[in-house]
């Protein structure tokens, strides 16, 4: 019904989690199927702790943490529903899918920010702009009764 514990989700070469981290659990849905929403449970809800994960490299740890922060329980799990499909099995693949772009998304550190400073050539451009702004500005007005 659910992925094994044998099974392991690979999300990159460096992030593998193991399906036994997973918690699943299962409810009636709410989308399309008539009386079938009534009596089958479609719904599935994946749980994870991600803060207890010890599969999950520190780095990407914290990252995921930092960016998903609103969407964690306070005891640190992410909790992930599908309802998407009328079948359990798809919806199950739908959470890890769903697990799997979360993860991909912070998998990768960003780019520290290297501060640059404008070239010489760059700042004589925007004071001319500016100059030639101001002088389109002053042509514009009315002459003064002074002139």
Known sequence: MFPA???VMQVTRRVRIPCSE????????SGPGGQNVNKVNSKAILRWSVVQSKELPADVR???????RSRMTNDGDIVISSERYRDQLK???DCLEKLRA??????????????VK???ASKVRRITAKR????TKQRRKPPRADD
Do not use: L
Request: net charge positive; aromatic share 10%; charged share 30%.
């Open 102 to 115: 979360m993860i991909e998304s912070i998998a990768i550190p960003p780019k520290p920010r290297r501060a």
């Open 22 to 29: 997973f918690s699943w659990s299962v409810a009636r849905s």
């Open 132 to 135: 030639e702004r101001g002088e």
């Open 5 to 7: 514990d044998t099974e």
């Open 118 to 120: 404008p070239t010489k």
């Open 62 to 68: 914290e990252r995921f943490v930092t960016a998903f």
């Open 91 to 93: 919806n199950v693949g």
